[in-house]
């Protein structure tokens, strides 16, 4: 496509693996509208792609995302904000069936940490720094950074960033549960790859059906979370895939998946 802000490619050994990377330098990949636009497109085009799997969602060694685009909104007024909802289609890849993961290195500050915390997996590179800055800013996070951050991290670590707009590192977001592996900032990309590439190896079927179920622990209260699973888990004795996963177990051999 022709974007401006982003820079999509397919990769992996069979192209299965849908790459963005956010490309804003001059303003370390902050968020405007263009780009959340472009985001969008892309995502959904690789969600309509059969050949596609997984998606890999990066920035650059500086920044994975700065934060929405401070210059940009400076002017805006409650009436704007109010009459365009503004943030609204950064929602929008929440209906994303495939898996999203985030690659950060570099600064995840404000509506880029939000951003991470809409992907499916979050990996880091040892140096990257996760904020909610907003609160300097005189206003708060919103895109889900006081809703999704407590989840992830706990309430007083999550109290303690919205209000303060401190940074945490790598570690610390790894060990409070924000991100599920922190590698050196050069292997990042290729760790991130192998990942999409492993879970693209599985059967797109069980991919959405594990996908919608662990979202669901977020939404539904418990009983009606295991209730989604256990139906998605008997819908899956409805496809060849399943059947052909646990017949290659007892044949002792690999499964060949075909995602029907
Ligand atoms: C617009 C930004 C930006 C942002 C950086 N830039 N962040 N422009 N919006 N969020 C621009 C700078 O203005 C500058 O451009 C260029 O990028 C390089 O940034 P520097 O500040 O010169 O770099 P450095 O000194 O290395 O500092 C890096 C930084 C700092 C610590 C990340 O840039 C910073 O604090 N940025 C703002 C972080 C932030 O507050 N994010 C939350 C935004 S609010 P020029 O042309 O001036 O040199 C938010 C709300 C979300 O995200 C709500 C819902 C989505």
Redo the contacts with the bound molecule.
């Keep these: 496509g022709s974007y401006k802000n982003i820079l999509v490619e397919k990769k992996g050994d069979k192209s299965q693996v849908g790459f963005v990377r956010l490309n804003r330098p001059?303003?370390?990949n902050?968020?405007?509208d263009d780009l959340l636009r472009e985001l969008n497109v892309a995502f959904r085009e690789f969600d309509a792609d059969p050949s596609v799997k997984a998606i890999v969602l990066t920035g650059s060694s500086?920044?994975f995302?700065?934060?929405?685009?401070?210059?940009?909104?400076q002017p805006k007024t409650y009436s704007t904000v109010f009459g365009t909802n503004?943030?609204n289609d950064?929602t929008e890849m929440l209906r994303i069936r495939k898996p999203i993961i985030a690659a950060v290195n570099g600064?995840a500050?404000?509506?880029?940490?939000?951003?991470a915390m809409m992907c499916d997996i979050i990996y880091a590179g040892d140096s990257a720094k996760f904020?909610?800055?907003?609160i300097?800013?005189g206003?708060?996070?919103?895109?889900?950074?006081t809703q999704r951050l407590p989840r992830a991290v706990g309430k007083s670590k999550a109290m303690e960033m919205c209000l303060t707009?401190d940074m945490i590192t790598a570690k610390e977001a790894e060990s409070a549960g924000l991100v599920s592996k922190v590698v050196p900032a050069d292997k990042l990309e290729a760790a991130a790859l192998d990942l999409a590439e492993r879970i693209s190896r599985m059967s797109l079927m069980a991919i959405y059906a594990a996908k919608e179920s662990v979202n669901a622990a977020y939404e539904a209260p418990l009983s009606q979370g295991l209730l989604l699973e256990r139906r998605l888990f008997h819908a899956s004795f409805g496809t060849r895939d399943r059947s052909e996963g646990m017949s290659a177990f007892t044949e002792k051999r690999a499964a060949e998946f075909k995602d029907e």
């Design positions: 001059k303003a370390l902050s968020l405007c500086k920044a995302a700065a934060g929405a685009d401070i210059k940009e909104m503004f943030i950064w600064y500050l404000g509506g880029g940490c939000e951003l904020a909610q800055p907003e300097r800013l206003t708060i996070p919103g895109a889900g950074g707009g």
